[in-house]
């Protein structure tokens, strides 16, 4: 059963200098932040702090066609627009993908205590799983948003839902905010699915 008062987390992932950004928020409201670039790191203090959710900007699992996967393309047909995921050969072949595959070790990591969310119920926790930050921002606005004007929409937005903004200083903890609304909202058996089990689903909040 969903407890209001349950810690979830959400994580912006990037590159291997820039890194892990994560919010957590303790009964939908600001509680505290953490940034790191190793992956075991992140994944240690979201047991730490006894988080019952997990939402991670990255994809979690890895095309099985080289083209986008169908979570990816259920957005862009909403006008939600994302990078398209390749195959894990692919992604290691080409350094921009090194922010999936920084992803993907934390999903690994993570999966050890918190089971990958598949569809099915979620609300009692442990679980960690993909979100994707223009999809929360849009689905809180209840229309598509610019992602031209990110920081100053999405700070908006999170205002709007009672989240504190100060402590969010870059646009990383920002879009770790968005995520982290993302994993109250599973909890709650409030959210929206796109996607499948086997490439991934991207949840947002209903």
Same mark, same amino acid.
């Given at each position: 059963?969903?407890?209001?008062?349950?810690?979830?987390?959400?994580?912006?992932?990037?590159?291997?200098?820039?890194?892990?950004? #994560?919010?957590?928020?303790? %009964?939908?409201?600001?509680?505290?932040? @953490? *940034? &790191? +670039?190793?992956? !075991?790191?992140?994944?240690?203090?979201?047991?730490?702090?006894?988080?019952?959710?997990?939402?991670?900007?990255?994809?979690?699992?890895?095309?099985?066609?080289?083209?986008?996967?169908? #979570?990816?393309?259920?957005? %862009?047909?909403?006008?939600?627009?994302? @990078? *398209? &995921? +390749?195959?894990? !050969?692919?992604?290691?072949?080409?350094?921009?993908?090194?922010?999936?595959?920084?992803?993907?070790?934390?999903?690994?990591?993570?999966?050890?205590?918190?089971p990958l969310f598949?569809?099915?119920?979620?609300?009692?926790?442990?679980?960690?799983?993909?979100? @994707?930050?223009?999809?929360?921002?849009?689905?809180?606005?209840?229309?598509?948003?610019?992602?031209?004007?990110?920081?100053a929409v999405r700070?908006?937005?999170?205002?709007?839902?009672?989240?504190?903004?100060?402590?969010?200083?870059?646009?990383?903890?920002?879009?770790?905010?968005?995520?982290?609304?993302?994993?109250?909202?599973?909890?709650?058996?409030?959210?929206?699915?796109?996607?499948?089990?086997?490439?991934?689903?991207?949840?947002?909040?209903?």
């Open positions: 059963m969903f407890d209001e008062s349950s810690i979830v987390i959400g994580i912006d992932v990037g590159g291997p200098k820039k890194g892990f950004h #994560a919010v957590a928020l303790n %009964a939908g409201r600001y509680w505290e932040k @953490f *940034a &790191t +670039p190793d992956a !075991a790191s992140m994944a240690e203090w979201c047991q730490q702090i006894e988080a019952r959710a997990v939402g991670v900007d990255a994809p979690c699992r890895w095309s099985l066609t080289g083209r986008a996967r169908p #979570a990816e393309r259920a957005l %862009a047909a909403e006008g939600i627009h994302s @990078f *398209a &995921t +390749p195959g894990r !050969a692919a992604a290691e072949s080409r350094d921009f993908y090194r922010w999936m595959i920084n992803g993907a070790e934390l999903f690994r990591l993570l999966e050890a205590h918190y598949d569809g099915g119920n979620a609300t009692s926790g442990p679980v960690c799983f993909e979100t @994707f930050p223009q999809a929360v921002a849009c689905a809180l606005a209840g229309r598509v948003v610019s992602a031209k004007r990110k920081s700070r908006e937005l999170l205002r709007k839902t009672g989240i504190d903004t100060a402590p969010l200083t870059n646009i990383d903890t920002v879009d770790a905010a968005l995520c982290a609304i993302a994993a109250h909202s599973l909890l709650a058996g409030s959210y929206k699915t796109y996607g499948d089990a086997t490439e991934g689903l991207i949840v947002v909040p209903a």
